[in-house]
């Protein structure tokens, strides 16, 4: 049995209120937490873009966005926790104390942000870190690392592994905002640089690209590593 941490963008899992994942990714995580201690840190989505976009309108302070993007993943969470049902701890964590605690009951645990100034990636990271983690998974909308962002360079070269060095470089020029977009947040990269922990990142528009890599070991994505010690399957 191996603990996984997961950073479930809310791009993937709720783009958008009417147009969810939810119930594709349910088998997905339940599959995965037959056989691994699984943790899962859910993400804001289109819904805490919309609020963070009104906030801005009205003049309010970055952190005070941020504290409404961290109520907006909290909600989310709860959806996922109540769909789940009984193979999830009940509540949602508010710190990772609270999810290492939660996580005695051998259910999923689900948490959403918990700091302004930074995005569920972070929260990911350290959590990976607390729980001591085998491997920390970023699941957003992309197949892995691009030198560039994929999305706007055609040409942007696509890494199959990198280091947390190169991971540094690449996610170092992003810009850091309430609702600010990369393939992950800074403070994460900073973070799996120190913890050794190897980070798979994978495109999770369909949702079994999250069991087919961990279980299967079938990737299409990237994994940070400093070494080359085979990471998947699990
Ligand atoms: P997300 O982690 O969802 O950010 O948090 P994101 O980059 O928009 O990722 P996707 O789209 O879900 O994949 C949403 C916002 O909530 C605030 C930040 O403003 C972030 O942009 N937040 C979240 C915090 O301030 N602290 C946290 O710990 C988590």
Same mark, same amino acid.
């Given at each position: ?107 999923? %645990? @689900?948490?959403? $942000?918990?700091? /302004?100034?930074?995005?569920? #990636? +972070? ?76 980070? %798979? @990142?994978?495109? $999770?528009?369909? /949702?079994?690209?999250?069991? #087919? +890599? ?21």
């Amino acid at each position: 049995m191996k603990t996984i941490v997961i950073s479930l963008g809310g791009s993937i899992l709720i783009p958008e209120l009417n147009n969810n994942r939810i119930q594709a990714y349910l088998p997905v995580l339940e599959t995965i937490a037959a056989q691994h201690r699984l943790f899962v840190v859910v993400g804001g989505g289109g819904g805490a873009r919309d609020y963070i976009g009104v906030a801005r309108d009205l003049g309010i302070d970055e952190g005070t966005a941020d504290e409404i993007g961290i109520l907006v993943t909290r909600l989310n969470a709860t959806l996922l926790i109540a769909a789940l049902g009984d193979s999830a701890y009940p509540k949602v964590a508010e710190s990772h104390s609270e999810a290492k605690k939660f996580a005695e009951s051998k259910k999923i %645990v @689900v948490m959403g $942000g918990i700091t /302004p100034g930074q995005t569920t #990636d +972070a929260v990911a990271a350290v959590l990976a870190e607390r729980v001591h983690a085998d491997v920390f998974v970023n699941v957003t909308s992309v197949n892995g690392i691009y030198d560039k962002d994929p999305k706007k360079f055609p040409g942007a070269k696509h890494h199959r592994t990198l280091t947390p060095k190169q991971l540094i470089e690449i996610v170092g020029r992003g810009g850091l905002g309430a609702g600010s977009h990369n393939v992950l947040d800074i403070i994460a990269a900073r973070v799996v640089e120190r913890s050794h922990i190897p980070l %798979v @990142v994978l495109d $999770g528009t369909r /949702p079994e690209n999250l069991s #087919d +890599a961990l279980l299967t070991g079938h990737l299409d994505g990237s994994i940070v590593s400093e070494t080359k010690k085979k990471i998947l399957p699990l």
